[in-house]
C-alpha cells in the first residue's frame, strides 16, 4: 500500500475516532460475511459503524488522537464499533449478537476518556440505554412534581382553616353608622356667619343714623353765636 494512502487513512480513521461517543473493540475471528453485514446494520440503527480496521492503522490513528492505551486491545482480526449514539445500546446489540455468533468477543472500549477491558466493555452492555434511564428520571420528576403539588394543596387547605379559625375569635364587627346628613331645617345654620353680618351692618347703620340728628343740632346751636358776633 503506498505511504500515501496510509496517511490518508489514518487521518480518516483519526476523524472518525474524534467523532465518537465511544469505541467499541471487537474480535471477528470466524464471522461470515453476512454475520458481519447483519451486526452492521443493526449497528446503524444505533447511530453506530461497525467496520473491520487493520491493527497497526488503528494503532496509528489512535495515538494521533491522544489514545495510547489501545493497543493491547488490538490483537487478532480486530473490528471497531465507532458510537455517536448512545454507548450502552451499541455494547447491548454487539452482546446480544455474541450470543448468536460466539465467534464474536467484545474486547475493550474507550469513553469518556477512559479505557474499559473486557469485564468493563461488557458491564457496560448491562447498563439501562439512555432511553430507559430518560424514561425513569422523567418518571421520578413527576412523582415529585405530584408530591409537591399534592404538599401544596394540603398547606393551602390547612392555612385556609387556621384563618377561619382566627376569625371566628375575632368579636362581632359593629354595623358603620351612618352619615349625618344636614336636613333642609338644619341648613341655614351654614349661612350663620353671613346673618351676622347683615344684623351687624344694619346695627350700624342705625348708630349712623341716630349720630347724624345730633350732629344737625349742634351745628344750628353754634351758629347764632356766630352771627351775634357778626352784629357786634
Known sequence: MPNAEKVERVAALKERIEGSHALLL??????????ITELRRSLHQDDT????????????????AGITELAEFLA????????????????????????????????????DGAVLDAGGANALAELESRE?????????????MSRAAASFVALQSKFLSLLEAY??????AEEPVAAAVPTVEEAP???????????????????????APAAE????????????????
Not at 471477528?28 to 453476512?34: A, D, E, F, M, N
Not at 351654614?190 to 343714623?209: H, L
Not at 353754634?222 to 358776633?229: H, K, M, R
Open 189 to 211: 345654620a351654614a349661612d350663620a356667619p353671613e346673618a351676622e353680618a347683615e344684623a351687624e351692618a344694619e346695627a350700624e347703620a342705625s348708630e349712623v343714623e341716630a349720630e
Open 76 to 111: 487478532g482480526p480486530s473490528a471497531v464499533a465507532f458510537v455517536r449514539g448512545d454507548p450502552v445500546a451499541a455494547a447491548k446489540k454487539i452482546k446480544a449478537a455474541a450470543k448468536l455468533y460466539p465467534a464474536l468477543v467484545l474486547k475493550g472500549a474507550y469513553m
Open 26 to 35: 471487537t474480535e471477528y475471528r470466524g464471522l461470515t460475511v453476512s454475520e
Open 217 to 232: 343740632s349742634e351745628a344750628e346751636s353754634d351758629a347764632p353765636e356766630g352771627d351775634e358776633q357778626e352784629k357786634e
Open 132 to 144: 430507559v434511564m430518560l424514561s425513569k428520571i422523567a418518571g421520578l420528576l413527576k412523582g415529585e
Open 49 to 64: 459503524s461497525f467496520s473491520v480496521i487493520k491493527n497497526t492503522l488503528m494503532q496509528r490513528a489512535a495515538a494521533d
Open 167 to 172: 376569625k371566628a375569635k375575632l368579636p362581632a
